[in-house]
DNA sequence: ATATTTTGGTTCATAATTGGATCATAATAG
DNA sequence: CTATTATGATCCAATTATGAACCAAAATAT
C-alpha cells in the first residue's frame, strides 16, 4: 500500500492526510486550506488529484469549496455549537426570535445609548447599501441584531442572541438564506429596520416591539412560502 | 513556516489569525490593534486586505473601529457560556424572563396539548399545598415554569429556560429566595399561576401573556423591594 | 488656538489568484 | 488486454488583492 519506492499516492491517500491534518489542528490555524495548485506541488502529485481529494472530503462535509475563493475548513468542525442550537428547526428559531427581539427592543429604549443607535445605524446602512448582495446583507442583519441586543446592556438576552445567530452561518442555513433573502425581501427587511430604529430613538417602547413584530412576521412568511414550495 | 512564503495571505487567514491572537490574549492587553497601514505592512498585504479581515472581527463583534482614532479590542472577553448564566444578576434575568415568558405563553395557547395542562396543574396544586414551605414551593414553581415551556414544543424555548432555571439552584439565589418568598407572595404568585393557566386553558393567547406579565411584575418587585432594603 | 500628522472610510481601475472544466496522453491495477 | 486513474496542459469565470488617490475625523504638535 505505501510503499515510497515509486507508488504514488492516490486520492485518497492524500484525502485522509488531508483529514488528519484538519482534525489534527495543524491546518485548522487558518481557515482557508492552500490553493489547489500549491498543494499539487507539495504533495508532488496532480493538480486533478487533489481535487479528487478535495472532492471526498467536501462529500464528508469537512470542507467547502469556493470557486475563485479557495477552500475554507467548515465551521462546524472549528467550532462547537450546542446540539439543541444545531438541531433547531428553523420555525422553531423564528419563534424564539418572537420571543426575545420585541422585548430586546423595549430594552433598548430604556438602556440604549446614543453610540448604541449609531451603531444600529451604521449596520443598517450596510444593509441598505448591500441590498443586492444577500451575502454581505446576511452579516450585517447579524450584526444589526446582535447589535441590538447589546444595546440593552443584559448580558444574558445578548447571550442568548448570539446562540441564535451563530447558527446562521451554517450550510443549511447558507442555503436557506439564498433561499429565502431576494432583492424584494431586503427592501422590505431595511424598511423595517429602520423604522425599528426610529421608534427605539423616539423612545418608543411599544412602538418598537410592534415594528420588530412585523419584521418577524416577514421572515417567518418568507420561511414558510419557501419550505412549502 | 513551511509554506508562508509560497502562499499569500488572504483576508480570511489574517482574520483567523488576528481572531486568534486576540482570544489568547496576546493581543487583548493593548486596546489598540496597530493601524491598518502598519499591519499591511507586516503581513505584507494590502491595506484593503486588512480592512476586509478587521471587517469581518467587527461583525462578529471582537473589535470595533473609530475613525480617525483607530481600531480597538471590544472591551468584553469571548465569554463562557455558562459563566454567562452564573455571572447574571437578578434584574438581567428578570427581563430575559419578561422576554421569553409571556410569548412561551402564547405558543402554549396554540401547540399545548390536554397532558401538558394537566401537569402544570399537579405543579400547581403541589405550591398550593405547600404554601408555607419557601424551599418545597421553589422546586415547584420551577417545575411550572420548565412545562409551561415544554407544553410550546420548541425545544430552543426549553433550554432557554432550563439555562435560566438553572441559576436558580445555586446559593447566591437560595438566600436571595429566603429573602422574597414570604407567605404573602407565595399567595400571590398562586393566584397569578392560576391566572396565567386559566387563560392558557380558554386559549386566549394575549390574555395568558398578560398574566404572565402580571406576575414577573411582581416578582420584579419583591426583587427591588428586597434588594434596596 | 492653529497647523500638522495620524487614522479609518471610500472609491477606482487593474492585476493576480483560485476553483471549475475539458482533453489527449500516460501510467497503473485487475 | 481492459478499465480505471493520474497527469499535465489549457482556458474559463468568479473572487479577491493591489495600489493609488482623496476625504474626514481624531490625535498630536506647535
Known sequence: M?????TK???SDIAAQLRREINSGSLQRFERVPPERSLASNYNVSRGTIRS?????EIEGLVETRAGSGTYISKKVSGENSSVIQNARPLELVDARFALEPHICRLAVLHGRQTDFDKLEK?????EKNSDDPVVFG???TAFHRALAESTGNSLLIWMIEQITSVRNQDEWARMRHLTLNENIIKKYNAQHRDTLSAIR???????AKMMRAHLQTARLSLTLTTDA
Not at 53 to 57: E, F, R, T, Y
Not at 202 to 208: I, K, S, W
Request: avoid cysteine; charged fraction near 40%.
Open 202 to 208: 423616539a423612545r418608543e417602547p411599544e412602538n418598537a
Open 53 to 57: 481529494a478535495i472532492n471526498k472530503l
Open 2 to 6: 505505501e510503499q515510497k519506492k515509486q
Open 9 to 11: 499516492l492516490g486520492s
Open 123 to 127: 449596520f443598517l446602512e450596510e444593509m
Open 139 to 141: 452579516d450585517s442583519d
